[in-house]
């Protein structure tokens, strides 16, 4: 049931780009993407619902393949502050009509940027 | 505006002790959830408290337990502790009209737990 992430790390340079995916084998409402630095409590990225819309920064873009459950993240023009674990948090459509949504995170991705 | 705040930072217990984990959330949430996160790991969740009541719950065991009071705090409880508790726990606020799943979660510095 969690979604598995891709790659589970990358390197980079400075200003080189990435794509970091989010793949779930249930039929989703929400992909929601969060960053956490060393030591640090996660951040809050970005939502994805069903249907298309979106809340999140401008600086960051993604998409959500509904029909296939996966996400991806796009990271263009890489700064060092980049540099953290990526993490995916997939909300499935609930089983039944009183069931709760419940948020399952992936294992993350770490991204590692270079001067 | 203070974010969302967590104490102790740090503890270390014994096994078999019982301990109490603490969160203020963010100003204006009314929403409070709780993970565990192991090194490495992505955080699992173990609750979450609105309106001072548990609405839901991840696979954890019954010695986590929890508790909302009315200004929305939050108090996580871990009974007989093991040493698979030891992990960083995490504390997250949203305000999150009815149940939909659309919300952000901001989270608190975390609490890491260490169990000797």
Redesign the interface.
């Known amino acids: 049931q969690?979604p598995v992430q891709s790659p589970q790390a990358v390197i980079l340079r400075e200003g080189e780009d990435a794509v970091i995916n989010c793949s779930s084998s249930k039929a989703l409402?929400?992909v929601?993407w969060?960053r956490q630095k060393h030591g640090?409590?996660?951040?809050?990225l970005m939502?994805l619902?069903k249907g298309g819309?979106q809340?999140g920064h401008d600086k960051i873009s993604a998409s959500f393949n509904e029909k296939k459950q996966q996400s991806s993240l796009y990271l263009t023009a890489s700064q060092l502050s980049y540099s953290g674990t990526y993490?995916c948090g997939t909300?499935p459509v609930p089983q039944y009509v009183d069931s709760?949504?419940?948020?399952?995170?992936?294992?993350?991705t770490k991204l590692i940027i270079k001067p | 505006d203070a974010g969302v705040t967590q104490s102790p930072t740090h503890l270390i217990k014994t096994r078999g002790q019982q301990v109490t984990l603490r969160c203020s959330p963010k100003s204006g949430h009314d929403t409070v959830s709780w993970y565990q996160q192991a090194l490495g790991q992505g955080p699992q969740f173990i609750f979450q408290y609105y309106e001072e009541e548990e609405r839901q719950r991840g696979n954890f065991p019954d010695r986590f337990s929890g508790h909302q009071f009315p200004n929305y705090s939050s108090e996580l409880n871990v009974n007989a502790l093991l040493l698979g508790d030891s992990a960083l726990y995490l504390c997250a606020s949203s305000f999150q009209p009815g149940q939909g799943p659309s919300y952000e979660q901001y989270f608190g510095p975390g609490t890491r737990l260490t169990v000797t």
Do not use: M
């Open positions: 969690q409402y929400s929601h969060y640090e409590a996660p951040v809050f939502i619902l819309e809340k993490f909300v709760n949504y419940q948020l399952i995170w992936g294992a993350g």
